[in-house]
């Protein structure tokens, strides 16, 4: 069984940086990912990795910002953050899958493994 625990949230000003990061146990999944949900909105993709083509996507609203990476030896996802903004205000949740997510990497709906998922809170 596959167990995700996030960790690394916290609270920073605008234009602050912030690394998150899941540590992974069980069976190895090909596809890790990074989502967020803030409050009233849906769940939305982040950052995804497929690590069997070595493949990464980001939201358009993050690129050149996040950072989504991997340590194999650690069993452990990464996202580093920066030049965070008011609006990346939400609850991030790492993810993991075996099979390629039905919609595409940034499709919450067909990931099947989730963390309980850490706060970040970006004040301007």
């Known amino acids: 069984q596959v167990q995700l625990v996030e960790s690394g949230g916290g609270s920073v000003q605008a234009g602050g940086s912030l690394r998150l990061s899941c540590l992974a146990s069980g069976p190895r999944l090909n596809y890790l990912g990074w989502f967020r949900q803030a409050p009233g909105k849906e769940r939305e993709g982040v950052a995804a990795?497929?690590?069997?083509?070595?493949?990464?996507r980001y939201a358009d609203s993050v690129k050149g910002r996040f950072t989504i990476s991997q340590d194999a030896t650690k069993n452990t996802i990464l996202l580093q953050m920066s030049n965070l903004k008011a609006e990346d205000t939400a609850m991030y949740y790492c993810?993991?899958?075996?099979?390629?997510?039905?919609?595409?990497?940034?499709?919450?709906?067909?990931?099947?493994?989730w963390g309980q998922g850490t706060q970040v809170t970006v004040s301007s």
């Open positions: 990795i497929d690590i069997e083509d070595a493949d990464i």
């Open positions: 993810a993991a899958t075996r099979y390629y997510p039905y919609g595409g990497l940034l499709a919450p709906n067909a990931w099947s493994n």
